[in-house]
């Protein structure tokens, strides 16, 4: 709640709130408020929510209009606040360092490994999850599950992303 937030109220000219997602914006800033304790006063924006809403992979109708531009964006925000952590010394979470790739896709943590596969965005990702297939290890356990979501073309190339893709986590565990 907090993160979507902070990232989306410094970067934007808050847009006006049109009548019709006042409650879903409500909403979204009473949720807020007692996390955010008694930092800045809030502004409510529609940027924020929908930052909120791509964060968790919840599925809307609306969207603020700059959230694409924002979507584009989550990177080089992201790495800015990697870099202040640094400089501050302060720890970085592993949930910051995939925050774009969730702002990216608009899924929630238990999809992210799926969207870096080739040719699985939200709706794949989403589809190999009903099946029971979260990991790039259950991509690799099951091929023909895998197969039906991302079609025989791209199975080869999904096989190969998610090996690959362990092979260097495991790596990154070890070093």
């Known amino acids: 709640l907090c993160m979507a937030y902070a990232l989306a109220a410094p970067n934007y000219q808050l847009p006006?709130?049109?009548r019709n997602e006042m409650e879903t914006v409500q909403?979204?800033?009473n949720h807020l408020r007692p996390k955010w304790g008694r930092g800045p006063i809030l502004k409510q924006s529609t940027?924020?929510?929908d930052v909120y809403n791509q964060?968790?992979?919840h599925e809307t109708n609306t969207y603020s209009p700059t959230l694409k531009t924002f979507q584009y964006d989550a990177e080089r925000i992201i790495s800015a606040v990697n870099w202040a952590c640094g400089i501050a010394r302060i720890p970085r979470y592993d949930a910051l360092m995939i925050l774009p790739l969730r702002l990216k896709y608009g899924v929630s943590q238990e999809l992210i490994q799926l969207v870096q596969l080739p040719g699985v965005g939200k709706v794949r990702a989403k589809k190999l999850s009903a099946m029971g297939i979260t990991t790039w290890e259950d991509v690799i356990k099951h091929p023909t599950k895998v197969q039906q979501a991302v079609?025989?073309?791209n199975i080869q190339n999904v096989l190969k992303t998610?090996?690959?893709l362990l092979r260097?986590?495991?790596e990154e565990d070890v070093a």
Do not use: C, E, N, T
Request: proline share 0%; charged share 30%.
């Open 47 to 49: 940027l924020a929510r």
């Open 16 to 18: 006006y709130i049109q």
């Open 151 to 153: 079609g025989a073309k």
């Open 162 to 164: 998610a090996r690959l």
């Open 55 to 57: 964060i968790v992979g």
């Open 27 to 29: 909403d979204y800033f």
């Open 168 to 170: 260097s986590r495991r």
